[in-house]
């Protein structure tokens, strides 16, 4: 599966963004996908999680309450909604397929990543 994250760019604290992540050649329908988020000098994090029906989604707590996480089947699509953002989410933010179709918030569950959109978030 071959995955492509889009919808970053530079928002000022307490802006919004909404990242999408489209699989090329294959679709991610019976896959979990879940979105990470790497910082410079930090190691990449989990920041949400979706499951293959999309009935079931995980979110890492300092996120909790301000990102969204859904799917469209019919699109084959994942999106990221991101609201009240603050400098601290300033990363590159990754989509990625799971080896299964459950939920998964550990890093080794997933097999399929993209390349990455940049998120900068301005104080």
């Known amino acids: 599966v071959q995955l492509q994250a889009s919808g970053g760019g530079l928002v000022q604290a307490g802006g919004s963004l909404r990242l999408s992540c489209a699989a090329a050649r294959r679709t991610f329908s019976n896959n979990a996908v879940g979105w990470f988020r790497q910082a410079p000098g930090k190691d990449r994090a989990f920041v949400a999680t979706?499951?293959?029906?999309?009935?079931?989604?995980r979110y890492a707590d300092s996120v909790k309450g301000r990102f969204t996480i859904s799917r469209d089947r019919a699109k084959n699509a994942v999106h990221l909604q991101m609201s009240s953002l603050e400098p601290d989410d300033t990363a590159v933010y990754y989509c990625?397929?799971?080896?299964?179709?459950?939920?998964?918030?550990?890093?080794?569950?997933?097999?399929?990543w993209g390349q990455g959109t940049q998120v900068t978030v301005s104080s």
């Open positions: 979706i499951n293959w029906s999309g009935g079931d989604t």
């Open positions: 990625a397929a799971a080896r299964g179709a459950a939920a998964a918030v550990g890093i080794s569950g997933y097999q399929y």
